[in-house]
């Protein structure tokens, strides 16, 4: 049963979410800032994450967890630099920061933030590692477009909980994407408010343009003669989604992602990426 409201109103009152999303950090709102920027200092960066004794405490215990395999101990975050990079550590952390803001939320019952924020991280590691072995379009982008894509999920659940609700549940009975179901019922999907997130936000353009295209990439037509972002972005949340890491209806079987990555031109890299990935998530899981 679609809303009683038409989709104008709808899409207005979940717009109205964007004001209720918790304030950024003072970590996260420079690394955001960061992300126009080839490069970051060590010292900058260490500076930064340094000003925050529970993210560094995170990060202490994520760089130090037995998913890493290090012989002897991550004693600082100067330290962690040197191992990992700064890109790398950059995207930790923002992951980190993200999440701590997500569950500041106040979300209606039933909704599991844990859920939501540990798929986040998983599309944002899977875009990032995918851009390493494709020609895509502001690749630099892809963590970060990873970990927000379904930022509009969560303006729906916090401003129209009793519609969408109804369209999870409603997708879940039926074997149908979620995407297809708000379409259907709401008028708009979870993809279109992605995007006005991360405009409010002033993300980059490639940004909000592959949160709005991950479903739908052939739509996107910013990247004429490269891979848009929003392909790779859609490539990963489909990988991710196999593996049953879901942002919501946790009882997604399993489906063998392989054959999908190889024909994206993967070939037998996703072997090297997969195994990557499940290190990364392997020691994201112990802090989130």
Known sequence: MSSTLSPHILRDKALEGIGKM???SPVLTKLLASLAKDDIMVTELADWIEKDTVLTGNVMRMVNSAAYGRMG????????????????LR?????????????????PAGWSTKQFNLHAVAVANMSDLIVQYMT????????VAGLLHDVGKLLLAVSCPEEYANVIAVAKQEGRELFDVEVAQLGFSHAELSQKVLESWKLPLPVQVAARFHHNPDNDDTAPGLTALSRALQLADYTVNALAITAVAADRAVKDPVPVLQASGL???YERMLKTFDQEMEAIRGIL
């Open 22 to 24: 918790p304030p950024f």
């Open 73 to 88: 101990t991550v004693s600082s975050v100067r330290h962690a630099i040197t191992i990992l990079g700064t890109n790398r």
């Open 91 to 107: 995207n930790i952390v923002l992951g980190l920061s993200v999440c701590n803001m997500m569950a500041q939320l106040k979300l």
């Open 136 to 143: 895509v379009e502001y690749a630099e982008g892809a963590f």
């Open 267 to 269: 070939g037998d890299k």
